[in-house]
């Protein structure tokens, strides 16, 4: 079992930024397929961002340009700077860590963006 921690949520103006950072508890991390996805309301659960064990990145469309995601193997944390921020992004984040097609969660953290 991989255990995985989220932080650095919070309440932002629109326009605003955030960054998330993400701990995992595997000492085999940088084999991991790490990623972020998000849940408001009502809705389905959404990948927003993953960045693989070689690097390869890939976005939500709707936050190309603005959300950058990161790793770092030798802290085994991931992160997300979140710049830019609208209302739509409002959603509970989760870190997620994916190897041998199983997934890990994290708890969540609320990210609200409202003036």
């Known amino acids: 079992q991989v255990q995985l921690v989220e932080s650095g949520g919070g309440l932002v103006q629109p326009g605003g930024s955030l960054r998330l950072s993400c701990t995992a508890s595997?000492?085999?991390?940088?084999?991991?397929?790490m990623g972020w996805y998000r849940q408001a309301p009502g809705k389905q659960r959404e990948l927003v961002a993953r960045i693989t064990s070689s690097s390869i990145i890939e976005y939500v469309d709707s936050v190309k340009g603005r959300f950058t995601i990161s790793r770092d193997n030798a802290k085994k944390m991931v992160y997300l700077q979140m710049n830019s921020l609208k209302p739509e992004d409002t959603a509970v984040y989760y870190c997620?860590?994916?190897?041998?097609?199983?997934?890990?969660w994290g708890q969540g953290t609320q990210v609200t963006v409202s003036s």
């Open positions: 997620n860590a994916e190897v041998h097609w199983r997934q890990y």
């Open positions: 595997t000492s085999i991390f940088s084999i991991y397929t």
